[in-house]
Structures are given as structure tokens and as C-alpha cells.
């Protein structure tokens, strides 16, 4: 082993060893702390009854979506949460917003905590924290004309606010995300999908947050429309200091869009990074393995990572390393002990033995 | 003379509020073995264009002019009996998604085998045997069980390699592929992608891969259209079209994706959205939104607004813009400026 490998395994064992909680907090928005959502599959007590060897047994079944998922949020970032389908980036997203209760583990933002409040106490919450969804199609109300959908909002967080008072300030966002004005008396299904996005947005920015979580904000629009959306959320950012949670599954728009990634896998978090470190040099085999199936424009003969397999279901999660059935450099400790978030010279946190260990 | 041949191809839907042409003047050719993409945004046309391939397009469209030529084949005026050899057989189909393609309540044997028995004269053993080593070709793991598994058993990425297996099952000349991963992963799309380049090459296959998705086009085919508002806007080889897009639209296309820009920075979007079919603008369709304009009152160009673009030459590409000679003049004064 080379002298700089020993340093590397030196540092990784001293920061393993100091608590990892509050090295990030000082300036973050948004703790997560081992975060757990677990949904039944057995539905209510009764159905949970089987009869087994002629004894009544219950038996519960569980999607276990996140398993002990521990985030920071700065001030002022966007980080990005990337994954496959079904890793739990959405559940994160959804319990973050409070519209899933935890199963386990606590959510604070700024400081206080979030995720055992009553809907009352969240109320004020709900007013610095916005969510954008993914499907401008289903997330705007039919029967709400533009304006209607836009005062809703402001109505319920400004219940002093006159009307004129909302009236413009339904203008002023109205043309801040390119909407004309004039259009509120339209209906949701006469705009485009970008132009429904640019209302969705609309709508989170007009009571002022501070903190926007956005759920595929750009999946289902096309490519140009993409562009678009893109840059009106990276021009909201700028002008009104907004901090992000936004999950995507196009590593593209990660490279592009976000200031720190998190890559997560089967509901756990294998490795976090700043954007550039994450690209450059991904650590964890998972995240080499997803950056190198991105379809570039440049290269005509791909080169990718094939792994062993597909991902396993979340109802009986692997042992150990959730990865290690399809991980290439998986060994008899990655099948039994469950790697945690480590974190390496440069700042990445990365939950992999193999690269705890130097094996890559 | 070319395996497939489009000319002119003219596709409309009758509507109550009047005719909507989803297609107009389309004209392609695809070789033997060749694989050609078809990109556009949604609604651009090249799902008609692909389905109107094998007359697939359902009431109330119609293929209203233009030929389709297959082998000596005139697909677009055959009897529905005759076109039912070619469908399936010659030419197949691999759509969007593999959940919907694939028929719930038999399992992944019979609807291989009852596909090769409604073309060839077989029997079932031998169909079963045929269906076995396809699904090898498509890899598989333990192709045997999976003969007698139900579509819901099996993961996404697996079902779209059933379907792939189903397509090449009758070992056609052409795979007619519509967004083929748009519902799957990234890490399962490169390896379909991979695997679907792999067995075209192999059998000699000509694909046409319809997808919004540069990158995918970029990496599996040889040349490529570029659709926008139910016409071809630009054709060529895929590599050329990438690195040296003429067409404006195209330009704006490959300009707005994220990896092109600084990260951090602005995007370069184009303005504004694509027409609807029933609405579209007089001239060049794509003249509100395009860039390049009169520079003296910020007014699109005369030309660009009183009349539709022909195709012009350009190297080995063909693109529709009037504006295609200025262009090139005014790069070359660029260059020459900087040199």
C-alpha cells in the first residue's frame, strides 16, 4: 500500500469514528436524521390473520422505501437527490414536505423539529417550504381557473391580506415565471405542459419560501420545454436566494442544475458529493455504474458499466450492503455488515466497504 | 433501390373541428442493415410516421398521399390480408411499453409461439424451440422458466427483452422501435440500447428508432431525421447532424441540453412551444420561435413567413430552411474573423 492509500485509510477511520451530525449543521436548513418510512403491504388487522399449522398467526409484510436516510441541506444549494425508480427519492421528498409521517427518525428545518407537528403548528412551516410536483397535468386543480389557483395560497397564509393586495401579488408572480398576466381567468387545460409547470411554480413562489422541494419538476416535458423550466427554477434561485431539494432521475440535469448530489440506492444513501467531485470521480460502484449509462452525445461507442442483475425488491432488503448482489467488488463483509456514510479527504461521503477498505 | 422507401408521405386525422394534417411531405429512405433514428418533441409526428409504416394508424387517420415501398412491396395499397404477412414477420414493431405490448393472461411461451404459428406452418414444439433460443439471444436468465412465466412476473427492463425477443422472433428485415426505453431506467436503458444495437448487427437487422432522447440516437444509429410540426426539418448522417446541426430548430435542440451548457449557468432555450398541428403558423412552422432574424427591425425574415421551406442540400445533409446559404456565410465570415 502506497504512503498516500495509508493517509486516505487514516483520515476515513478518524472521521468514521467522530459523530457525523455536526460537522454539516451549523449553516443547514434542512436535517434529516435516519430517516425510515416503511409501508404495510398486509393491509388492516383482520386481513393480517393466516392460518398456519392450525395456529391463527398475523402476519405483516412491509416496502421498506427509506432505510435510514441521513440528509443535510444548506443554505442557498440545490442539492439533488438521484436514483432508479423505486429508491425512495419521492418518499424522502413527500416525508421532508410532511405529507408522509416517518416512520422512524427526525426531520428539524432551522433548528426546530418538523416531523411530529400537528397540521396547526406545520402551518407556518408549510409557508417557508413549497413543493413543485412532477406532473403539471394531475398537480393543478380542473375546476380552479389560474388566478383561483394562484390566490389559494395566499389566502390561506395571509389571511390579513386584502384582496387587492393578492390580486397583484398574483400579478407579480404571474409574470415572474413568464405568465401572462391577463391569463388568469383561463382554465388549467388550456396551457402547455411547460406553461402548467410555470404555473406550478407560480403557485409555490407567490407565498415567498425559502425552501422548495421539487419532485421530477422536468421529466414530463420535452426537451426544449426542459430548457425552460430549468432555467426559470435556476433564475428564482438567484433572485430570491431559494434553497432546493430536487429529485430527478436525469443525471444530466444534476450535472447541470445542482450544487451537491446524493445518489441513493434501494432507499439508502451511497454516496453524497459536490456536483463537480460526483462527476469527476464517482466512489461508490453504484454511482460508477449509473454515470457511465448517461447516452452522451459525443461518444458513438458506449462503454458502460453492466451490473448483475436489477434491484432487488424493498420488501426483503438484502443483508448488509443493499448493493452487494449486484455490486462487482462485493466480499463476505459487504453481505453481512451495512456500510455507513463515510467521509473521504475531499469532503465525499461515500457508504461502500470496498472503498473504506481501498479495494478499488 | 433501398430496402424501405418513403415518398411523400401524407397522413391526416379527421376531426370534428376540421382535417389535421399530422404529416406532410415525409420522404426517407432506410438500406438494408441501417439503423435510422427519428427524433422530435411530442407531437412532432414521428409516432404517425412510424405507424403509418405498417398502416397502424387508426381511425381517423388516414394516409392521405405518398408511397411506401418495401422490397418491391407497395405496403401503402395493399389488401389488409396481404399487409398481415409483412406485419410481424418483416417488419416488426417494439413499442414504448412493454406492459401494455404484452398480452396480461397468457404466458411469455404461448404469445412467442402463437406468433410464429400465425406466420409459419410449424409445429408447436418447434415454435417453442425457436422461442427458447431467441430468448437466449436476448439473455435471459433461465430462458426455460420464463416460457411458462405471466408478463406481471417479470421486472420492466425483463419485459422489454421479451419484446425484443418477440420482435426478432420471425428474424425480420426491419425493427420499427418506438421509444423503446423511455419507461425504464438508465442503467436498464444502456443495457437495452446495448443489446438491441448488438442483435441489429448481428442478424443484419435495419432499425428504426424512433426517441426524444439525443444521447440514445447519437449512440445506436447511422443517420437520423429530425421532426417538427408533422414534417422532416433536417436528414442526414447522425454523426454530422450532431456535430454540425443546419437547421436552427436542431441547433436549439442540442444547445438546450443540460451537458452543453457551463454547469451553473443559463440554458440556451429556444423560445416559446411547438405549434398545434391544427394551428399551424403560414411559412417555415418553425419561424416564431427561431433565432435567426432580420437583425435590423427584429422581424422575422420575409421568406421564413410567406413560404414553406424546400429541402436544400448541404454536404451530405438535406435540411428545410431558408435560410441554410446565409447561415453557412456568415460562419465562414465568423471563421475567417477568428483565423
New interface residues.
Partial sequence: MTATAMNLKGANLESAETPTQNEESADSLLQIRNLKKRFSLSGDFLEQLRFKGGKLVRHREYVHAINGVNLDIKRGEALCVVG??GCGKSTVARTVMGLLTPTEGEISYAGQRIDNLSSRELLPFRKRMQMIFQNPYASLNPRMTIQQTLEEPLRLHHPDWNRLKVQEKVQEVMSSVGIDPDWGKRFGHEF?G??RQRIAIARALAVDPEFIVADEPISAL???????V??LL??AQRDRNLTYLFIT?D???V???GTRVAVMYLGTVCEIAT??TLFNKPRHPYTQ??L???????????Q?I??K??VPTPVNLPSGCVFHGRCPYANARCRQETPTLVTQLDGTRVACHAVEEDRL | MALLEVTNLDVRFGLRQGEVRALRDVSFTLERGERLGIVGESGAGKSVAAFSLLNLIGKPGFIAGGSITFDGLELNSMSERALRKVRGNRISMIFQDPMMTLNPVLSIGEQMVECLKAHRRISSKQARAIALDKLQQVQIPSPETRLDQYPHELSGGMRQRIIIAIALLLDPDIIIADEPTTALDVTIQAEIMALLLELCEQHNVGLILITHDLGVVSQVTQRMLVMYAGRVIEQGPTREIINDPQHPYTQGLINALPQMATPGERLNQIRGSMPSLSNLPDGCAFHPRCDFINKANGEPRPACVQKVPEFVDSGNCRVACHMVAEMQEDRRLKLEEIS
Fill in positions: 432508479e425508480s402547455s411547460g406553461q420535452d426537451v426544449s420545454i426542459q430548457a425552460q430549468l432555467n435556476m433564475d432521475h443525471l444530466a440535469v450535472e447541470h442544475f456536483t463537480a455504474a449509473l457511465s449509462a448517461i447516452p452522451r452525445l459525443e461518444d458513438d461507442r458506449p458502460h453492466r451490473l442483475g436489477e
